[in-house]
C-alpha cells in the first residue's frame, strides 16, 4: 500500500499562484541565523529546492531565492515540476510507502496511520506538527517493523524528548533503519547521546540527516564519539546550519581520517571559518579519507582556506562534489583554489561557488579548470561579478575540445549582450552542455537573438534554458519562437519576469503548437498580457497534455 498526501501548494499549471511578501531585510537575517519567513508562508511549504524557476514562481529575486536557499525557508513548488529541477538535499533510494507532508495527523487519522505502517519500508511524514506523543508509536513501530528501511520526520516539534523515544525503538535488535532524517525538529545537543549510543550499536544506519538542529560544538563532539565506534557504518551525515563551530573540527576530522566508509560529508551554514577548515583537513588529507560529496558552503571562510582546499583537491582522487557557496574567497582564493581543481589528481564532478565575491580577474585561471578538467560535468557561478569581460574568458574554456560540462549557471554575474556572441559560439560547438541558466542579466533582446542562434545549430544540444529578468521583450521573441519550433531537444524555456506582452507571448503560443514543439515546461510568470491571451495560454496547455505553462 502506498498512501500519498500533500496539502502544501497548487498543482502546476493551477491559476491559483503561490505568493510570498518580497524579503527585504529579512533575507540577511534568513540566511544569517536559519529564520522561517513570516506570515502565511510560515511553516507552510516544503523547503525550497530550486533556483531559477522557484525565483519566478514565488516572485522573488534571484538573490532573494538564493539567501531563502541557504536558510532553507519553508517554501515549495508544485511537485509535477521537482525532477527537472536541481535538488539541494538526497534523495530516498526507497520508494516511500507512506509519503504526507504538511497535514496535521491526530486522533483517528494517526491511529489509522500507524496501524498501516507494520510493512513500510519507507515513510515520510515531513511538515506534519509530529511530537513526543507520536514518538511513542513510531518507537513501537521501529521496534517492531524489520522492514523499515526509511524513516523522515523532517520539519517536526519532535524535540529532545521526542528523539529520545524513538532512538528506544532504533536501539532494538529488530530494528534495521538505514536511513534517518531529523531535519528542523527542534533538537539541542541534549538528544546527542542517545544518538551517540544509536551510532556504537546500530551498523544498518548508513544516513544521518540532523540539519537546522540547534546541536551545537558540544552535541557535534558526542556524535563524533558515536561515530567513530567500530559498529557504525554510517556513510552520509548531514550537520548543516548546527550551530557548530571550530571547536569541532578536530573531532570531525578524526572521524574522516578513520572511517573509511564516510562518503558524504555536509557541514555548511557552520560559522567553523578559516581556522576550522584547518583542523578538518587534517582528516581530509588523510590516506583512509574516501569523502566522495563535501559541503561547506556559509562556512565564514575566507582566501586563507583556499590554499589547504587546493590541497584536499589535489591529494584525494576520491571527492567529485564539493559544494563552496558564499564564502568570501575572492580572486586570491579562486586562483589558489584553481591550482587544486587543475591537477592531475582532482576528479571534481560538480563545483559549487554561488557567491564567493571572485571577479573577471579569477576567470583566466577558472577558463582554464573548466577547459581542461575532462571530470567537470557542473558548475555554478551565481552572484559573483564576473561581466562580459570574465565570461569572454570562460568562453575560450568551454569552447576547449577537452571540456565536457553539461550544466552551467550564471544567474546575476553582471553579464549584457557584449558577451552573447562568444556564448553563441559555445551553443553551438558544445554538444555536452545540457543546461544553461543565464538570466537575470542584462541580456536584452540582442543578447536573447544570438543565444537563439547558437541554439539553433545542429550541434547545440540544450535541454534545458533559463533566461528570466533578462530584460527582454516581444522583439526577441521570433527568434526565440524559431528555437521553440525547431530543437526538439529542448525541454524547459524560461522566460519569466521579462516585457513580453501580448505580441510576445501570442509569437510562442504559436511556435509551441507546432507538431516539432517537445517542450515539457514553459514559464512565463509575472509577465503581463489580456484575459484573451491567458484563455489562450489555458487552451494551448488543454491541447498539450505533456506541457505545463507555468505563469
Known sequence: MQITSSGCVPRAGSRERVRVPRCGGRCDAAAAGGAELGGAAAGRYPRLAVLGPARALLGLSTREVLQLWRAEADLSLPRD???????????????MDIDIECQELSGSRWTELVSSMKDCKAIRLDYCKLSRSHCEDLCSVLSTNQSLKELKLDHNEL??????VLCKGLLTPSCNLELLWLENCNLTGACCESLRSVLSTKPSLTDLHLSRNKLETSGGKVLCQGLLDANCKVQSLVLENCDITADSCGDLATVLSTKPLLLDLAVGKNNIGDAGFTLLCKGLVYPNYNIQKLCLDNCGMTADSCGDLATVLSTNPSLLDLALDNNNFGDVGLVLLCKGLIHPKCNIQKLWLWECHFTAVACK????????????????????????????????????????LQFLSLKECGLTSACCESLRSVLSTKQSLKHLEIGSNRLKDEGAKLICEGLLDTNCNLETIWLGESELTAACCDSLAAVISTKQCLRYLGLDLNRLENEGVRKLCEAVRS????????????????????????ALEESKPGLKIIF
Do not use: H
Open 159 to 164: 524535540k529532545d524528548e521526542g528523539v529520545e
Open 365 to 404: 585561471d577558472l577558463a582554464n579548470v573548466i577547459g581542461t578538467k575532462e571530470s567537470l560535468r557542473r558548475i555554478s557561478l551565481t552572484l559573483n561579478e564576473l561581466g562580459d569581460a570574465g565570461m569572454e574568458m570562460l568562453c575560450q574554456g568551454l569552447k576547449d575540445p577537452k571540456c565536457k
Open 515 to 538: 507538431p516539432n514543439c517537445k517542450l515539457k515546461y514553459l514559464m512565463l510568470y509575472d509577465i503581463y498580457w489580456s484575459s484573451e491571451v491567458e484563455a489562450e495560454l489555458r
Open 81 to 95: 515540476i521537482w525532477p527537472l529541477l536541481k535538488s539541494s538535499g538526497p534523495t530516498s533510494p526507497f520508494k
